[in-house]
């Protein structure tokens, strides 16, 4: 490498404090990876203050657009800017196509095991998948048995996690199979980009995010039960203040759905599913649900929700209406399952897994409990349900007293707990007043599946923003960069 | 179109209406103030009535002075009618309509919330009052603007407008109401000076004043704005202007023949009135109709179109139907 660059861009990188983890844009030796050269030469023309007052101008911009992530705890103002940070995470495009396949293959996998679980289950007659984590898995729903929905598939949505570990292996972290939600701050955060930085993208070769609204919609029309009509398709949401209206509203935008909650919508006595508009009763085809299998019905799952509709399951059972994800799909999105994809995708395609787990240990197995409660200062401990962060243990920073307590859980019930060790996740240049500084992130892809298969192109990375924060979550104060897949030049 | 989304349109641009209406009402009334003479009449109270919460406004202040019907009709939240709530509530309803109304709509009414809560403060002081509301107003006719250019004008729009015009002609209706029966009974001489500046207000206030005066007269007496007002089919915030716009809205809905059939009667009422020779008594009962009418309207408009199903308008379908 004998490239002349300018002083400006030395100055950027040399100053920068490359830790001891693997960083996404520059190398060990204080060099951009070659992914990322173009952007750190486009980045040089500008002095630091010239980048901070771009910066400034992005959250401007985010707080006009309205581009929010609710949070629960702040009572009156249930809105809160999503922090963005305006220095892309680059990956070059020969990598990517290695991890679209491996997604796509374990995509596959979930599906098949999900359509076996409700039918034959095969895979626990042939001994690959114990029935006991079957049976003390919480997101099995009985009311699912026997159905075959359109294509076998289930999981028509998966947000897959992916992190990159110190050694630059990436691993898959968790497969969000329920509602993951995300894909429209991937989509915002490329708009800001290049609104910001226009010139930027004619400079280096990245790979259009786009066409995932177009393909989103493909994926839901196929699924129609009256494949001959324009399918009607509506986006559920449990309304204002979940957490990701702004997606659910942004989606059913994108698609030209309607977004409706539950109060909308009313089962008929045909088993068929109908919203009240101002002219009566209109028949919908396929609910985009984003509200959990528990508040989907309260004839069938819990009898409180409010936001769910009654009936909704027997219409679908009945095929009268496609949900996505279908429910009892969550049987998979489990952090115990979890640890058997590998086996999966062994057992339906005869294939080894293209993306590796995170070693896990299991506490329902005897023997790794007892390695799990041996070293619970060293791993992280998750439960085998939960999203977005909440109640897990990062053992290396926990309080003995909460190392304490997650030892009575794990005893208690073994089956919900699943540990890794600490990853030493990756990090990536972020921009702050002072300057650039590294923070850990991941990544999630979104993969979809009906009639076609499709992966975007990257997905969202989501940055701790704090230092030396290991915890992403946007509901944890994490916040989210722009994700180029680029070919590289010669 | 979904009801509720129905619903949410209209009170939408209900909140926004009402929002520049009381931004332009409290300027100009500001302009008309500078103007009377020593002891005049004329106090804020009148602002508070033409609004209508004279009760809300004693709950929470003792004194008409100009601070507290400021504060009260600008940053008050706990006035529901104040022009900060107006904004929240429009900003409310826009959230759960952002996949429905171009992007932009949102982005300028969020644009708008944003500037009003940094501002409400300041809107309250004499010398930079004048400047912020008038920039509500604009940026509130940008979101106008918009929608009618960019917006299919389909059934949603529909609702728009008639969140619009409900607004609009029950804030003119108002405005006439109380300027002719709080003010002038007071006042023995109606034509003298002092009443042409308040008749000057009141156009001021709705933006005729330059209408008025190239289509109606040239001089400014209490009749003859009354009458302009109400039944000029040309100038856009007359009522007689609400009421045929309301019509055309209305003709674009399916199953209309109730909110129709009221839309009629008010037509024929203001159609019907006399202005000259009636005295303020009468005047203040004619408006009182035409406010009840608008009131009607709005009850069979939630009836049609926002509670349609509940009200088993269209019972659910047999199981041969779908």
């Given at each position: 490498m004998n490239k002349v660059f300018s002083d400006n861009f030395l100055m950027n990188i040399k100053n920068y404090p490359l830790g001891e983890f693997y960083d996404e844009l520059i190398d060990s030796a204080h060099l951009p990876r070659p992914a990322a050269t173009a952007l750190f030469e486009y980045l040089a023309r500008f002095s630091p203050a010239e980048l901070n007052a771009r910066r400034v101008e992005v959250d401007a911009a985010i707080m006009t657009m309205g581009i929010t992530f609710t949070i629960y705890s702040d009572g009156a103002n249930i809105d809160r800017a999503w922090p963005f940070d305006i220095i892309p995470r680059v990956m070059a495009a020969k990598e990517w196509r290695r991890v679209d396949a491996g997604l796509r293959q374990r995509l596959r996998a979930l599906n098949l095991f999900i359509n076996d679980l409700y039918n034959d289950q095969k895979i626990v007659k042939d001994g690959v998948f114990p029935l006991e984590v079957l049976a003390g898995s919480k997101n099995f729903r009985e009311q699912c048995k026997g159905i075959m929905p359109r294509f076998g598939v289930w999981a028509h949505i998966g947000g897959t996690d992916l992190v990159r570990d110190g050694d630059g292996t990436i691993y898959v972290l968790e497969d969000n199979l329920r509602v993951p939600s995300g894909v429209s701050y991937m989509l915002e955060n490329r708009m800001l980009m290049k609104r910001l930085f226009p010139d930027l993208f004619e400079q280096c070769e990245i790979l259009p995010v786009d066409d995932y609204p177009t393909r989103l919609h493909e994926t839901l029309a196929a699924l129609s039960p009256n494949p001959t009509e324009r399918p009607v398709i509506a986006v559920l949401t449990p309304g204002i203040y979940n957490s990701a209206y702004f997606e659910h509203s942004y989606l059913a935008q994108q698609l030209g759905a309607v977004l409706v909650e539950g109060s909308d919508l009313v089962v008929g006595s045909d088993d068929c599913v109908y919203m009240k508009t101002i002219d009566g009763l209109r028949r919908i085809d396929v609910i985009y649900r984003r509200i959990d299998d528990d508040f989907l019905d309260p004839e069938a799952f819990?009898?409180?929700?409010?936001l769910g509709v009654p009936g909704i399951m027997r219409a679908w059972r009945r095929g009268k209406v496609a949900i996505a994800n279908a429910p009892g799909a969550g049987v998979a999105d489990d952090k115990v399952v979890y640890t058997f994809v590998p086996k999966m995708i062994r057992y339906y395609l005869d294939e080894d897994a293209i993306l590796p787990n995170v070693p896990s240990y299991l506490c329902m197995i005897d023997k790794e409990r007892d390695y799990v409660l041996a070293n619970l200062d060293k791993l992280v401990v998750k439960p085998a349900n939960e999203s977005g962060g909440y109640g897990m243990l990062i053992g290396p920073r926990a309080t003995p007293e909460e190392r304490a307590r997650f030892r009575e859980h794990i005893i208690a019930d073994p089956r919900n707990y699943m540990a890794q060790p600490t990853l030493n996740l990756s990090t990536a240049p972020t921009l702050f007043e002072q300057g650039l500084a590294p923070r850990h992130l991941d990544l999630r892809p979104f993969v979809l599946q009906s009639e076609n298969m499709y992966v975007t192109t990257g997905g969202l990375t989501r940055v701790a923003m704090r230092e030396g924060s290991l915890v992403v979550n946007s509901s944890q104060g994490g916040g989210s960069k722009d994700t180029w897949i680029v070919e590289e030049r010669r | 179109m979904l009801s509720r989304v129905a619903e949410n349109l209209y009170w939408m641009t209900r909140y926004m209406e009402r929002a520049e209406n009381t931004a332009r009402l409290i300027n100009a009334t500001s302009q008309v103030l500078l103007d009377l003479p020593r002891g005049a009449s004329f106090g804020w109270d009148v602002l508070i009535q033409v609004v209508g919460l004279d009760g809300l406004f004693r709950e929470h202040y003792t004194a008409y002075d100009e601070a507290s019907v400021m504060r009260f009709l600008i940053s008050d939240e706990r006035n529901q009618g104040s022009i900060v709530s107006c904004i929240h509530n429009a900003r409310e309803n826009c959230r759960t309509l952002r996949e429905i109304l171009p992007r932009t709509a949102w982005e300028r009414i969020n644009a708008l919330y944003l500037f009003i809560n940094s501002r409400a403060l300041h809107a309250q002081e004499q010398s930079r009052r004048y400047n912020i509301l008038e920039e509500i107003i604009e940026r509130r006719q940008s979101v106008v603007g918009l929608l009618a250019d960019c917006m299919s004008h389909d059934v949603g729009f529909q609702f728009i407008r008639m969140g619009r015009f409900v607004e609009r002609a029950d804030m003119t209706t108002r405005i006439l109401d109380i300027n002719a029966a709080v003010l002038v009974p007071r006042q023995q001489v109606p034509e003298d000076p002092a009443m042409a500046l308040l008749w000057m207000g009141v156009l001021k206030s709705l933006n005729a004043y330059q209408m008025y005066r190239r289509h109606a007269s040239v001089h400014v007496r209490s009749g003859e704005v009354v009458n302009f007002l109400l039944k000029d089919p040309h100038f856009p915030r007359t009522v007689r202007y609400c009421l045929d716009e309301l019509e055309s809205c209305v003709s674009e809905?399916?199953?209309n023949g109730a909110p129709l059939k009221i839309l009629r009667i008010a037509q024929r009422r203001i159609a019907g009135m006399q202005v000259d020779g009636l005295t303020p008594a009468q005047r203040h009962e004619y408006l009182d109709a035409v406010q009840a009418d608008l009131a009607r309207l709005h009850a069979e408009i939630a009836t049609e179109y926002f509670n349609f199903c509940e009200q088993g308008g269209a019972a659910l379908p047999a199981s041969a139907a779908g």
């Open positions: 819990r009898p409180d929700s409010a | 809905l399916p199953h």
